[in-house]
């Protein structure tokens, strides 16, 4: 018999074009959502977070109010403008018209024996030397090569540049030891990284992750509070901090495997 998938998608905006799918709509944010929605400021929740932890809102909302009770065999996360699709759409063009036709609504015969799916990762290391003068010179100060040796345009550099010079360093020294030297490890390493904190998983490995990833954010929260995150670098500082670690966690404690997403504008 075939597994059965739902799928949240995240939205601080109304999204029409995915109100006639499957897809259960979570709103985030100060918008006034259509009944349909589901709003993550009742019960057990971190409402008043969400302009740091963005998606991570409902994801804790989901986690602490709905996951035991969820009977699904897979389920997983999307965002406003980003979604997953099935594998024979990967570089069609979606728009409002074959939406339906394109994003993923049936889990895979091939997810048999898989604990988790994550977006296809993205690659951080063709920086531009424009932008890394710009943005990355204490760590070009520190190690010239960067400049040269896309190697080491690791997701460490990029996080420096662009969420705060030595933010996630910082983050990592509040992270469970298990943990704590082999994601120093990968971010000083690695190059690419699973983007924007989507995933499909099985219910219990959603339990071991969010139990493993809230308590790092609110230790995160003692050394960065909220009222020094503004502006594109560092208002959502919770957000990209899961977004790295979600990468290597999954990587690290699951039988996983890549997925193709699509970016998305819908607009109306």
Not at 119 to 143: A, E, H, Q, T, Y
Not at 258 to 267: E, R, S, T
Request: contains cysteine; aromatic residues 18%.
């Amino acid at each position: 018999m075939k597994e059965k998938l739902e799928i949240y998608c995240i939205t601080n905006k109304r999204l029409r074009v995915v109100e006639n799918t499957s897809y259960i709509l979570a709103g985030v944010g100060l918008d006034d959502f259509p009944e349909q929605y589901l709003k993550s400021n009742t019960s057990d929740n971190i409402f008043y977070k969400e302009k740091h932890y963005s998606e991570l809102t409902f994801q804790y909302w989901y986690w602490k109010n709905i996951l035991n009770k969820n009977k699904n065999d897979w389920v997983g996360f999307c965002q406003k403008r980003r979604f997953w699709i099935n594998k024979d759409s990967v570089g069609e063009k979606i728009n409002t018209e074959n939406f339906r036709k394109h994003i993923l609504t049936e889990a895979p015969n091939e997810w048999s024996g898989i604990e988790a799916i994550l977006c296809n990762p993205i690659n951080v290391s063709n920086l531009k030397k424009m932008k890394i003068l710009k943005r990355g010179f204490r760590s070009i100060l520190k190690d010239p090569r960067i400049l040269f040796d896309k190697r080491k345009r690791t997701i460490n550099l990029h996080f420096d540049m662009y969420h705060g010079h030595g933010n996630l360093d910082k983050a990592i020294q509040v992270m469970n030891l298990e943990d704590r030297k082999e994601f120093s490890d990968f971010v000083k390493e690695s190059t690419s990284y699973n983007p924007h904190i989507m995933f499909i998983a099985k219910p219990n490995i959603h339990q071991k992750w969010f139990g493993t990833l809230f308590p790092w954010l609110s230790r995160c929260e003692e050394i960065f509070g909220f009222e020094e995150l503004n502006g594109y670098d560092t208002e959502r500082l919770y957000a990209y901090l899961a977004e790295r670690y979600l990468s290597f966690w999954f990587r690290k404690y699951t039988n996983y495997l890549n997925w193709p997403w699509a970016f998305y504008d819908y607009k109306g």
